[in-house]
């Protein structure tokens, strides 16, 4: 993951996490946002792939 700073407005959705450089950590997966997990996992593996130029 590139880093959260580009996803500060998905954390204030995502719930309950901690970060640490470029983890996430979700205690309980039940108490987030999957949506928003889902969003912000999408946005990442799409910067990754224009980055490294992957398919």
Known sequence: MPGFEAY???MTRLGPHKTGKSCLYLKNLD???RDV???MIG???NV???R???T
């Open 52 to 54: 490294y130029q992957c």
């Open 31 to 33: 108490a987030v946002d």
């Open 48 to 50: 990754m792939r224009e």
């Open 8 to 10: 500060e407005e998905q």
């Open 37 to 39: 997990l889902e969003e």
């Open 43 to 45: 946005d990442s593996v």
